[in-house]
């Protein structure tokens, strides 16, 4: 059996961000989790379905990633308080898998690729530390007419196949931009099995729809993980 990691307690932030840095709020006792990414996009498919995983999981927060390459604004709630956009990580352990569930409120300018590759690079540094070897990235792809499809791209023919099979449909248009995208190809890279699934949406307001899609979807595949 893996050894269970203990995440390390992160220093706190100097005066001035100059650089990402993580905020633990607790340490996870994870066996080989299963990392979802889901942020905010077209329709905000990846988000919703992150957040509905997190409620199905009864995932609990424990690391917030802040970054000066996030835009310059901040979050504020209904009691008036303010704080920057941040990522959060959230931990959950069911009795057939363990998860890692990352969302947040927003993503660097898509112009800005080296901050997309710079943070990418550091989610996925902080995920290898817990043993992730299956990362699954979740968003929307624009569709005049969505019917609630799913579309699959993977770091594997295998693992396309086995997806495709289970109700999913290639996606073969080219390009996934964002973290959605660049997560799966650098996972890749790093010789770790990747998921992208996409939810049709038309893209012009946020789609719970498109999003319960792919989280149905997404709990269906895990089942048979």
Do not use: W
């Not at 008036?80 to 363990?98: D, I, Q, V």
Request: charged fraction near 20%; include cysteine; aromatic fraction near 10%.
């Amino acid at each position: 059996m893996r050894k269970l990691y203990r995440a390390p307690r992160s220093s706190k932030p100097g005066n001035i961000m100059d650089k990402p840095y993580f905020r633990h709020l607790y340490h996870p006792e994870l066996e080989n989790p299963v990392f979802v990414e889901g942020l905010p996009g077209f329709g905000n498919v990846g988000k919703i379905a992150a957040r509905l995983l997190i409620e199905f999981t009864q995932a609990k927060p424990f690391a917030e990633l802040y970054s000066p390459s996030f835009p310059d604004y901040v979050v504020v709630d209904n009691e008036g308080l303010c704080r920057p956009p941040r990522y959060e990580f959230h931990a959950a352990s069911t009795e057939k898998n363990h998860f890692i569930i990352l969302t947040g409120d927003t993503q660097p300018a898509l112009d800005d690729l080296v901050a997309h590759y710079g943070i990418c690079g550091e989610i996925l540094d902080f995920i290898e530390k817990f043993g992730c070897r299956l990362v699954v990235t979740i968003g929307g792809v624009p569709t005049p007419e969505p019917k609630g499809e799913v579309y699959v791209a993977a770091t594997s023919p295998a693992l396309v196949a086995d997806t495709t099979e289970k109700g999913a449909s290639i996606y073969s248009r080219g390009r996934i931009i964002g973290a959605t995208g660049l997560l799966l190809g650098l996972t890749k890279a790093r010789k770790m099995k990747g998921i992208c699934l996409l939810g049709a949406t038309t893209g012009l307001t946020a789609d719970r729809e498109a999003g319960f899609s792919v989280f149905k979807f997404l709990t269906k595949i895990l089942k048979q993980t």
